[in-house]
C-alpha cells in the first residue's frame, strides 16, 4: 500500500464549529506532515510529527491543534476557525525525518476546507 | 536558508514537442532537490529528486531533470509533451545543513500542453 488517505474530501465549517481531519498511511512511515495550500500557491508546512513526537510546529495559530495517536494516523483538530483558514490542508508522510533530508514526501489527496 | 525559485508562472507547449520547466535553488550546504506534480484538486505527487550521483535524474512519466551546481538548477524535461502533463508543478529543496528535512517549495509553474 503506497497510498496516504485524506478524510474528507471536502469540510465545510462555521466559525463556531469544532472538526478534526484525518490522515492514514500504511507505509510504514515514521514522520507526518501537516501542509496548507491556497489556489496556486505552494503547500506552506504547518506541522511535523517524528516518530509519533510533535517536532516541528511552524507557529501555527493554536486554533489547529494536530495529533499523532499512532504511527499510522494523523489528526488535524479545527476549532474557532477563520474564513481565511479555507484552503486545501494536505496530509503527507515520509519514511523519517532523521535521514538527514534525503527522504521523500507522500502526499494525500487533500482536505478542501470551507470557513463560513 | 534555503530558497527556490521557478521564474516561469506559465509555460506553454504544443503536444509532442519537448518541454521544459526551470528551477534554480540556494541552500548553505548540499541540496536535495525535487519536483512534485499536482492536478487540479489533488495533492502533489512526486515525479524526481536529486540526492547525490549522476546529475541527470530520470523519474516518472517520462520526466528527467538535470542538475546543474555551477548554475544552481534544477530543470525539469521531458522530450515529448503530452496533453495529460498539464498541471501544476512544483520544485522543493532541502538543504543537508542547518534545515535538513524542512522542504522549502517554489512557487509553481502551470503547464499547459495544447494539442
Known amino acids: 500500500d503506497t497510498e496516504v488517505t485524506q478524510t474528507p474530501k471536502h469540510l465545510v465549517m462555521g466559525m463556531t464549529n469544532k472538526k478534526s481531519l484525518k490522515c492514514e498511511q500504511h507505509m510504514g512511515h515514521r514522520a507526518m506532515y501537516w501542509y496548507k495550500q491556497k489556489a496556486k500557491k505552494p503547500p506552506e508546512l504547518m506541522f511535523v510529527?517524528?516518530?509519533?513526537?510533535?517536532?516541528i510546529n511552524e507557529s501555527v495559530p493554536s486554533r489547529f491543534s494536530p495529533e499523532c495517536p499512532n504511527s499510522s494516523l494523523l489528526n488535524l483538530h479545527l476549532h474557532a476557525l477563520q474564513p481565511e483558514d479555507s484552503a486545501l490542508y494536505l496530509c503527507?508522510?515520509?519514511?523519517?525525518?532523521?535521514?538527514?533530508?534525503?527522504?521523500?514526501?507522500?502526499f494525500g489527496p487533500g482536505t478542501r476546507l470551507t470557513v463560513l | 536558508a534555503q530558497s527556490v525559485a521557478q521564474p516561469e508562472d506559465q509555460v506553454n507547449v504544443a503536444e509532442g514537442n519537448p518541454l521544459t520547466v526551470k528551477c534554480t535553488y540556494s541552500v548553505s550546504g548540499n541540496p536535495y532537490l525535487f519536483w512534485y506534480v499536482q492536478y487540479p484538486n489533488r495533492g502533489l505527487q512526486f515525479l524526481l529528486k536529486y540526492i547525490t550521483g549522476d546529475n541527470l535524474v530520470k523519474g516518472s512519466y517520462g520526466f528527467e531533470a538535470e542538475f546543474n551546481k555551477s548554475q544552481t538548477s534544477f530543470h525539469l524535461k521531458k522530450p515529448s509533451a503530452l496533453v495529460s502533463d498539464s498541471a501544476l508543478y512544483f520544485c522543493?529543496?532541502?538543504?543537508?545543513?542547518?534545515?535538513?528535512?524542512?522542504?522549502?517549495f517554489g512557487d509553481g509553474t502551470t503547464l499547459t500542453v495544447k494539442p
Open positions: 510529527y517524528s516518530y509519533e513526537k510533535l517536532s
Open positions: 522543493a529543496v532541502r538543504d543537508t545543513g542547518t534545515n535538513a528535512g524542512k522542504s522549502t
Open positions: 503527507a508522510s515520509s519514511p523519517t525525518r532523521l535521514a538527514g533530508g534525503a527522504d521523500t514526501q507522500y
